[in-house]
């Protein structure tokens, strides 16, 4: 699967409008709506909208007469064989009409130029864990983190510590079972897709 390993913007201006292109890495749909409504701007003319996420595919002109924006928006995602990306472009009407054949290479030229800005990645389904151990083991369990190079995205900080980690080795878990005498708790709570390691 390859998409875009983060979050990217860039910002071209044809005949006086401003494009501004938002490419969003997204793996479930249940995401996009909330990540659609955040990297819109309430005060651009218009915010066209191409995604990929898994199976679900969606152009959206927003307002651009129809097929001028999120059809050739969502065509350029598929050229370069890209899936779990939102591509947002948020037009500033710069007072020049472009035309309907002007409008279609504007969106297409908008997210090429943001895509070659982009660092594009194969990604990996990996597994994520939530992994629960005494404070006594915090300093060690740390250590071993960088030491396996285990992405950790959360911690809570209660009657024990709680870590929320990507696994792709579960052999890991041994090691920390040898760390705390097996005095840890560990439950998978999810998946995502992560830039594959070399």
């Known amino acids: ?7 990217t913007n860039h910002t071209i201006i044809i005949k006086k409008s ?8 997204c793996s479930h749909i249940e995401q996009a709506k909330k990540l659609i409504s955040d990297y819109s701007d ?3 003319t218009h915010n066209c909208v191409a995604y990929i996420i898994g199976p679900h595919e969606r152009a959206f002109d927003d307002g651009e007469p129809s097929g ?16 779990n990306i939102i591509a947002i472009v948020t037009r500033h009407f710069g007072g020049i009409k472009l035309g309907a054949g ?3 290479r504007a969106y297409t030229q908008s ?17 994520l864990y939530q992994i629960t151990i005494d404070y006594s083991y915090t300093r060690k ?4 983190l960088k030491q396996f190079n285990i992405k950790c995205i ?9 870590y929320h980690c990507y696994l792709r080795d579960l052999q890991f878990l041994e090691q920390i079972q040898d760390l705390t005498n097996n005095q840890f708790h560990y439950e998978r709570i999810g998946s995502d897709y992560l830039a594959k390691e070399n």
């Open 1 to 7: 699967m390859i998409s875009v390993k983060e979050y």
């Open 18 to 25: 401003e494009f501004i292109c938002h490419l969003i890495p």
């Open 42 to 44: 309430e005060t651009a």
């Open 68 to 83: 001028t924006a999120g059809l050739p928006m969502l065509n350029v995602l598929k050229m370069q064989g890209l899936t």
């Open 102 to 104: 002007g409008l279609t």
């Open 111 to 127: 997210v090429a130029e943001a895509l070659k800005e982009a660092e594009i990645v194969e990604k990996e389904l990996v597994d």
């Open 141 to 144: 369990f740390e250590h071993l």
């Open 154 to 162: 959360h911690q809570e900080y209660n009657e024990q510590v709680t």
